[in-house]
């Protein structure tokens, strides 16, 4: 299995962006899709979209178009999710979760990183 | 569409067998059979406990099963137990290509 390590905790303002890093190790993520996913407090949880590990090809679902930036670093095997224009509804634990190849599912996710936004 | 359904709440005893929904579309659900389930315990991150409708990954209790009809798929636990408490999250890909999970539903037992 991938082993994920998200970074920590930011508090940003409203209008900011914020970038959340996602490391892999472990098992190879060759053609992997990197998923993002966000739970607001007490909320489910909310797919926000995907970048292929090997070719940087992005899906994005439609309410975060516009808003979210997905990148991969290969040579340091880190997968980046940058949301900007950020409103005080975008506090939320955002967990990174890879998919194997032509999977359809998540069998391993970050531990999550905390987003608050707060004036 | 925001959300697959799901019921808010599903209770049972110690034993018994509760089912929970999750209705799509026939762009999501209805198409693929892609649906996956996820068991999540309060401040933890997602499990995967069913894939492709019905499979199971190593490790996960055959008491749980899933299946699908139309625009339903639908997570059954047997046997309930005290640790099956917890949030339950279907999820399915779609033809934009994209991924939907449920509304979620919280498992009770009583």
Not at chain 2, 74 to 89: C, H, K
Request: glycine share 10%; proline share 4%.
């Amino acid at each position: 299995q991938v082993q994920l390590v998200q970074s920590g905790a930011e508090v940003k303002k409203p209008g900011a962006s914020v970038k959340v890093s996602c490391k892999t190790s472990g098992d190879t993520v060759t053609g992997y899709w990197m998923h993002w996913v966000r739970q607001a407090p007490g909320q489910g949880l909310e797919w926000m979209g995907c970048i292929n590990l090997d070719s940087g090809v992005t899906q994005t679902a439609q309410k975060f178009q516009g808003r979210v930036t997905m990148a991969r670093d290969t040579s340091i095997n880190t997968a980046h999710m940058e949301l900007s224009g950020l409103r005080y509804d975008d506090t939320a634990l955002y967990y990174c979760a890879p998919e194997p190849v032509e999977a359809y599912f998540f069998d391993s996710w970050g531990q999550g990183t905390l987003v608050s936004v707060s004036s | 569409q925001s959300a697959l359904t799901q019921p808010a709440s599903v209770s049972g005893s110690p034993g018994q067998s509760i089912t929970i929904s999750c209705t799509g579309t026939s762009s999501d659900v209805g198409t693929y059979d892609t649906v996956s389930w996820y068991q999540q315990h309060p401040g933890k991150a997602p499990k995967l406990i069913i894939y492709e409708v019905t499979r199971r990954p190593s490790g996960v209790s055959s008491r749980f099963s899933g299946s699908k009809s139309g625009n339903t798929a639908s997570l059954t636990i047997s046997g309930l137990r005290p640790e099956d408490e917890a949030d339950y999250y279907c999820c399915s890909f779609t033809q934009s290509y994209t991924y939907i999970f449920g509304s979620g539903s919280t498992v009770t037992v009583l």
